[in-house]
């Protein structure tokens, strides 16, 4: 007897009303992504719970869609036009983030930046300047460092001492000023500050003259930070106390946004 189209569809949705296919192969691609962009189906498997042929199905699906690569050695790696969805995903991230910063604007009088962790560098993907005639000015999408940073500490302080030390020394630490930090141990030591403290500083250590203050945003969908710079002389350890709350209530107020969905179609 054939299967009819009403039995085929309910069988495709979710208990609540979405499509369970899609649904399994986002949960797919966030596991993929989780255990380093590379799975073998039976990980996928013991991780999610889903029988082998539903993910052998799913996966087929997302080659063929390019969102999913199968390797020489079988394996499965995420694909290449997710790069395309995640570039534009950060775009939007800091149109989203700049009602946020602005307020951070007025309530600090400091430039409020948002950044995010993209492979092993810090990217600028969001600014609003301080109204101050002397001001600090990051160009949207310069890519830096993390160690020379405010927002890199800020970002890097809850991954595993391991993953930093490979980081690290995968880029290098050079010196932007005398009073980068230079080496592992060193950078290490300010994140354990930053996690006692609650927030990150870079005190002259990406430019001379310019002190920034950075905080995470919670629960980001990918490692994002905020933060504040201005001139030395106006970002003084007085300032600091006031600053830093105003920083991590807007970096709150900012998650809970990120995290909040719409109504649903």
């Not at 989780?34 to 889903?50: M, N």
């Not at 993209?118 to 830096?144: C, L, N, W």
């Not at 609650?198 to 950075?214: F, M, P, T």
Request: aromatic letters at 4%; glycine letters at 8%; one cysteine or more.
């Amino acid at each position: 007897m054939p299967t009819s189209s009403a039995s085929t569809t309910d069988s495709a949705k979710s208990n609540g009303g979405g499509v369970q296919s899609l649904e399994r192969a986002f949960d797919l691609l966030e596991r993929m992504a989780d255990a380093g962009g590379e799975v073998g189906l039976s990980e996928l498997s013991a991780s999610s719970g889903l029988p082998l042929p539903t993910i052998h199905r799913l996966m087929r699906t997302l080659v063929a869609c390019g969102y999913v690569r199968q390797q020489p050695n079988r394996r499965y790696a995420l694909g290449p036009r997710l790069i395309r969805l995640g570039e534009s995903s950060a775009r939007l991230l800091g149109t989203w983030a700049r009602p946020y910063l602005a307020r951070l604007v007025e309530e600090t009088g400091e430039t409020a930046n948002m950044a995010l962790l993209d492979g092993d560098e810090i990217v600028y993907v969001a600014q609003v300047p301080s109204k101050h005639s002397m001001r600090m000015f990051t160009e949207v999408g310069r890519r830096v460092l993390p160690h020379s940073t405010g927002v890199g500490k800020a970002l890097l302080a809850s991954f595993p001492p391991e993953e930093v030390r490979a980081l690290l020394s995968r880029t290098g630490m050079p010196a932007a000023t005398e009073k980068t930090i230079t080496t592992a141990d060193g950078f290490l030591a300010a994140l354990e500050d930053v996690r006692l403290q609650g927030y990150a500083v870079d005190d002259n250590e990406q430019e001379i003259g310019v002190r920034c203050l950075a905080v995470p945003v919670p629960d980001s969908p990918t490692p994002a930070a905020v933060s504040i710079s201005g001139p030395a002389g106006r970002v003084t350890e007085a300032a600091t106390d006031k600053i830093v709350p105003v920083l991590q209530q807007v970096a709150l107020e900012l998650s809970q946004a990120l995290a909040s969905s719409g109504p649903a179609a």
